[in-house]
């Protein structure tokens, strides 16, 4: 199958030849482990996975009856896009952020903190809620909820400097959450399970203004221990793709073998078994701090960073897709 034309080869700072371009990967690799933060940057070109053998089989999972609700979680996409643009220090931000709070339940809570810039203290939160038991480690499901205050991919450079809708990057991420949100309450996960809405991971221009809500997070924990987490970002895409994310393969293979496997028991391909391009996100703050995180994302998306990234580019198919494989993979822990 071609693939489209990625955003990575369109407009990332990465280009030449392949030697040149892997070689650059492992400087930002280095870079970026003991320190250093980028996003949404892919560092290396994809290339196909080597056959998976002897893989476990994951236990049979004692699913709710309560399905995933493909359209209810589009609803979830609409309303944050529909709300306007998220970006933080706006009165948006602050009433989404409301809307959020309201839409997780009774254990939801704010992270308050804030970023210094130069024109001043950022105000910033994380949105996180709880479900299950609470004794026990505990699986950790995140996304980001802000926008990018520029869409400084847009083909039309006159857009560059506005704010992005962000249906698929932020919107989709939280949409499924919120769905699985409803789930959990309906029919408590045998697992404590705690989501997470990063705040700030798409604010600043330069790699150190990025991922401010994860990194706090990492640092400020609240529940735990985490026995491993799953990023959702970009998941929305109506023609859906998602490669295993290179980092997490690497830093996190058994979560991501766990994953994949219940996305092949659920019969959705879209879940590739080839390894995509390293993207830098909100699971590397986590992957630092020794937690098993993975990013499951679908980076190959034309509009990612422009003003047409909008909800007709996504899909309530793609959403249930992504959905029903975290439902699975949660309701078959122990
Ligand atoms: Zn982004």
């Known amino acids: 199958m071609a693939r489209k034309r990625g955003p990575w080869k369109q407009g990332a700072a990465i ?15 280095t870079a ?3 320190g250093q933060w980028g996003c949404h940057t892919a560092a290396d070109p994809p290339e196909d996975a080597p056959a998976q053998n002897g893989a476990p089989a994951a236990p049979s999972p004692q699913m709710p009856e309560d399905e995933f609700d493909g359209e209810r979680s589009m609803a979830w996409l609409r309303k944050q896009v529909d709300a306007g643009f998220r970006v933080p220090g706006t009165k948006t931000h602050a009433t989404v952020r ?14 308050e903190f804030t970023h210094q810039t130069r024109q001043g203290h950022l105000p910033l939160a994380n949105i996180i809620a709880t479900y299950g038991p609470e004794e026990g480690d505990r699986v950790l499901l995140c996304a980001h909820w802000d926008t990018r ?20 990057d932020g919107a989709s991420g939280v949409a499924v959450l919120m769905e699985l949100s409803r789930l959990f309450r309906a029919a ?9 809405l990063f705040d700030g991971e ?25 026995r491993y987490a799953i990023l959702l970002d970009m998941v929305g895409d109506a023609d859906l793709r998602i490669p295993r994310e290179r980092y997490s393969h690497e830093q996190a293979r058994a979560i991501v ?24 996100d909100d699971h590397l703050p986590l992957l630092r701090k020794g937690i098993p995180a993975i990013d ?4 190959d998306y034309p509009y990612w960073h422009t003003l047409q990234d909008t909800p007709d580019k996504c899909s309530p198919t793609s959403l249930k897709i992504v959905g029903d494989v975290v439902r699975r993979v949660v309701y078959a822990e122990r």
Do not use: C
């Open 15 to 29: 280009s030449g030849t392949r030697s040149h371009r892997i070689w650059v990967a492992l400087l930002l690799l």
């Open 32 to 34: 970026l482990l003991p």
């Open 98 to 111: 409301r809307m959020l709070v309201e839409g997780l339940g009774p254990t939801a809570q704010v992270q």
């Open 149 to 168: 205050p520029f869409a400084d991919q847009d083909p039309n450079p006159a857009n560059r400097n506005q704010p992005i809708p962000g249906a698929n």
């Open 188 to 196: 408590p996960p045998p697992v404590g399970v705690t989501i997470v």
């Open 202 to 226: 798409d604010w600043g221009r330069g790699l150190d203004e990025m991922f401010l809500g994860s990194r706090y997070f990492a640092d400020h924990p609240i529940g735990g221990p985490f």
């Open 257 to 280: 073998d766990k994953v994949w496997q219940a996305a092949a028991e659920l019969g959705y391909s879209q879940f590739s078994a080839s390894i995509g391009p390293a993207i830098y």
């Open 296 to 299: 499951i994302i679908d980076f």
